[in-house]
């Protein structure tokens, strides 16, 4: 996953999964996933931006 800033946008970048995974609760599933919360090296006010990310389809 790929964090950055432009402009007044925080722009995220993720690997398709391909073909999408089916989620651990068996009900969706995963096109794109951050597994868990991840600090990025975006910053704002000189802080790092932790993100969490699930894109997903129905089953």
Known sequence: MKVSIEGNE???????ANPPQLS???KTLV???SRGNKATEA??????VV???NAYIAK
């Open 10 to 16: 925080l722009v995220i970048r993720a690997p398709l």
């Open 24 to 26: 651990a609760s068996g």
């Open 31 to 33: 096109v794109a996933s």
């Open 43 to 48: 910053q704002v006010n000189g802080q790092n």
């Open 51 to 53: 993100v969490g990310l």
